[in-house]
């Protein structure tokens, strides 16, 4: 089956043509991201393969179809970038890899913990300088503080277990309770509770018009003061002027973020010769106590292998027999994820 793939870094194109050894799609892979301009890039082509920076809007879905696109395959499990109601409309399946490794995201995000709390980012800095004071660079322990995760889906039960393990008191929030999280230990309380008394707080829900700007200045008001933000969900999820307005009135004590609202327009490429025009992300960036990563918490060599082979398993199954022959898990359907949200 002929497939185009957008917005493919050197990094993924072996492991796609790998995954694609046996298969032997028709793989035409795109630096490019797909938006309005690149869309025709895709004529004549049945699937095309998306990144979670592809902009599958409505506009878009419609070139796509009039080129004949019947399959959206993303190489991501977050869906937000799709327009799912224009690709139900156009008789667009899209598919999706909902599990590639949560351990990685999660174990990310403890990484972004211990970062901040241990100044990781600072010290590494001072020591190339010979600088070896240690004022400023005091942290605490982990052992016995609170940990409030908002979203204990596939990432966010890793992380619990994680925190479990450095002696965390877990608490959560999650509109679909888990059995597997109560049994290891966490506390569902309501999200009033996990803002008034986690020292932590980590995102792991998913970006939706219900979760959109959740964190805004109610939300870190009603936080300790000093807390630590952890994101590696969404960037929407964080109404980030509300978060500077809270890391300059030092409400929020420290902040590590993967994603960031705006960050198609900035991650995933190398600006560093350019002048950022974003002025509320080079803020942002200006804290001592923020720590950023281009959403790279996805990327370890796992997740791209169990990436690219479930792509290949979407498109192989769609090839086969349609939508039917896509495994159901992998499908993402309007009627179900629209009506939700
Ligand atoms: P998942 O679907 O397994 O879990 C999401 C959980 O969030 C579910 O338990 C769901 O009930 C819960 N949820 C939904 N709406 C909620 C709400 N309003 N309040 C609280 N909880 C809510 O997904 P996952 O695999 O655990 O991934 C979680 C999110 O992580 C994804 O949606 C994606 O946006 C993000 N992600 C980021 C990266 C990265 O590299 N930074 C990689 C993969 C996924």
């Given at each position: 089956m002929?497939?185009?793939?957008?917005?493919?870094?050197?990094?993924?194109e072996s492991v796609l043509e790998e995954a694609n050894r046996e298969a032997g799609h028709d793989i035409e892979m795109l630096e490019a991201s797909l938006n309005e301009t690149t869309a025709a890039l895709a004529a004549d082509a049945p699937a095309v393969a998306l990144f979670s920076l592809d902009d599958a809007n409505a506009q878009v879905i419609r070139t796509?179809?009039?080129?004949?696109?019947?399959?959206?395959?993303?190489?991501?499990?977050?869906?937000?970038?799709?327009?799912?109601?224009?690709?139900a409309e156009a008789g667009i399946t899209v598919a999706r890899v909902p599990a590639y490794s949560p351990y990685a995201v999660a174990e990310?995000?403890?990484?972004?913990?211990?970062?901040?709390?241990?100044?990781?980012?600072?010290?590494?800095?001072?020591?190339r300088?010979?600088?070896?004071?240690?004022?400023?660079?005091?942290?605490?322990?982990?052992?016995?503080?609170?940990?409030?995760?908002?979203?204990?889906?596939?990432?966010?039960?890793?992380?619990?277990?994680i925190m479990l393990g450095f002696g965390c008191r877990v608490l959560a929030f999650d509109i679909v309770q888990s059995d597997e999280a109560k049994k290891m230990g966490v506390?569902?309380?309501?999200?009033?509770?996990?803002?008034?008394?986690?020292d932590i707080i980590s995102l792991n829900c998913p970006l939706n018009p219900k979760t959109h700007h959740l964190i805004n200045d109610d939300a870190i008001g009603k936080m300790k003061r000093g807390v630590m933000l952890i994101n590696t969900s969404r960037g929407g999820v964080i109404d980030t002027k509300a978060a500077i307005r809270g890391l300059k009135s030092r409400h929020i004590g420290s902040m590590g973020l993967d994603v960031y609202e705006e960050e198609g327009d900035i991650f995933f490429r190398d600006l560093s010769e350019q002048v950022i025009q974003d002025d509320v992300f080079a803020r942002l960036s200006t804290f001592p106590n923020v720590v950023i990563t281009a959403h790279q918490a996805f990327f370890t060599k796992e997740a791209i292998t169990n990436i690219a082979d479930t792509t290949i398993e979407n498109i192989s199954a769609f090839d086969r027999g349609g939508a039917e022959?896509?495994?159901?898990?992998?499908?993402?359907?309007?009627?179900e994820h629209v009506a939700k949200a």
């Open positions: 002929r497939v185009v793939a957008y917005s493919v870094r050197k990094y993924e796509l179809a009039e080129g004949g696109t019947r399959l959206l395959a993303l190489r991501s499990a977050g869906f937000n970038h799709v327009d799912l109601e224009a690709a990310h995000a403890v990484a972004l913990i211990l970062t901040l709390n241990r100044k990781t980012h600072r010290a590494i800095t001072r020591t300088e010979q600088n070896f004071s240690l004022d400023g660079l005091m942290g605490f322990d982990l052992h016995g503080k609170t940990v409030g995760v908002i979203g204990t889906g596939k990432i966010g039960r890793v992380f619990c277990r506390e569902y309380v309501n999200l009033d509770r996990v803002y008034t008394e986690s022959a896509i495994a159901s898990d992998n499908i993402v359907r309007a009627e």
